[in-house]
């Protein structure tokens, strides 16, 4: 009896640690921290305006800023006419104005080639009210309230694109999956499969996590209605015919080139393609982790103009 009721308490004990380290990666995946906007457009010569807009289906309210084309800054009219527009998106841990990824130098080039621009800060970063992150399942409809703001001030969808930024990126490429919404992607240094990467991520000390990782996922659904399995830029542009670029630094060690290989495999592309840099991918020798901007900034902004130039200008 001795023996049953020690067998039944540890067995008891193992199960409540299970649960219990299953709950807090569970709950890792709605926080983030919080870092405010750094500057302004203005800073980088930009004139702009403060805009507040909706998630999509929902009351989280989102916190950006407008920036018109160079054609309309003079006037400074930040009515949106018929000029292609970009929607930004940071990445996980930075703000709208990420100074690493030079998020307001891209946005001035962008500007210089008569595209509108509009940067906002996704849930619970920035300064969007929003407290729980999702890792990229609930911030999908963030970006699609950008592009429903967008469109409610006149735009075409079919003249929106966007340009993402590691868990922005891979935002975009699943937002930008469904159909109606924006016209082509532009995503740099994304992962492809969020179950993939933190299945990687589990390494040396942590490799233990890794038998707790079908419990996170229960606990994940189960107390925040967040699907880590649906989590797969990979699997949704695989199902989409929405044009795509696939931006990576090389070098990147927090999310490794493998996946934008993947990506480009998700859209078609051969792997002497992508070797070679062909249309879809771009690995960029010597950037790490959203470093290809300043790693060959004219390249970068050449590429990403013409890419949007030939399909949001038909």
Known sequence: MGLLKTTLTLLAVIAGSYVGVSSTMASGLTRTPRFRP??????????????????????????????????????????????????????????????????????????????????????????????????????????????????????????????????????????????????????????????LMLKNSMKGFKRPLTLCFPGMKFMAKTMYGIDISDISPARSIARSDTPVLIIHGEEDVLISADHARRLGRAVGASFEEIDNGKETVWIVPGAGHMEAFRTQPETYVRNVTNFFNTHLNT
């Open 38 to 195: 750094e500057n302004t457009p203005d800073a980088v010569g930009l004139f702009y305006k403060n805009v507040t807009f909706t998630s999509r289906g929902s009351e989280s309210k989102l916190s950006g800023w407008i920036i018109p084309p160079e054609i309309d800054s003079n006037s400074q009219d930040t009515k949106i006419k018929k000029s292609p527009w970009i929607v930004m998106l940071q990445g996980n841990n930075a703000s709208r104005s990420d100074r690493k990824t030079g998020m307001l130098d891209i946005a001035r080039a962008l500007v210089k080639h008569k595209f509108g621009v509009l940067m906002f800060d996704m849930r619970a970063r920035g300064d969007s009210p929003s407290a729980k992150a999702s890792a990229g399942y609930y911030e999908r409809l963030d970006l699609q309230g950008a592009s429903d703001y967008l469109v409610s001030q006149g735009s075409d969808r079919n003249r929106i694109g966007v340009l993402g930024f590691s868990l922005g990126g891979a935002v975009a490429l699943m937002a930008g999956s469904n159909p109606d919404n924006f016209k082509a992607v532009v995503s740099d240094s994304a992962f492809a499969d969020y179950s």
